[in-house]
């Protein structure tokens, strides 16, 4: 049986691959969003169960847990981070969320890119909003 994913597990988990990319977005922010788009919410649920699934994770993660985790497990962060860096349009929604929830917060999808390059390998998309 699959666990419970919550949004509160997913923005901890985007949260701490986002700060592993170098953004600051607290799990708080997010779930706010989330709150607010419960379709992106949703989106973001299928694109990384299995990653949060892998991990263990629960509602009671932080942000701060999930990084420790993900620190033990790189192979996680990159995936991750892939899958953002392959879903643009669903990065670039919530980029426009953030805007509009969170007084002009947004995302710098070049400097996710950038880190997968520099620590991940190589990635052939363009990262430009």
Request: hydrophobic share 40%; aromatic share 6%.
């Amino acid at each position: 049986m699959e666990p419970i994913i919550t949004t509160t597990t997913i923005a901890a988990f985007l949260g701490a691959c986002l700060y592993k990319a170098g953004e600051t977005l607290s799990e708080k922010t997010i779930e706010a969003v989330f709150e607010h788009k419960q379709e992106l919410a949703h989106s973001f649920k299928g694109l990384f169960t299995q990653e949060i699934i892998t991990l263990g994770l629960n509602e009671a993660a932080t942000a701060t847990e999930v990084i420790q985790q993900l620190e033990a497990k790189p192979e996680i962060t990159a995936q991750a981070l892939q899958k953002l860096t392959d879903n643009l349009i669903l990065l670039e929604d919530l980029n426009e969320q953030l805007k509009k929830e969170m007084g002009g917060m947004t995302i710098n999808a070049e400097k996710i890119g950038q880190v997968i390059k520099e620590n991940y390998g190589t990635i052939n998309q363009t990262l430009n909003f």
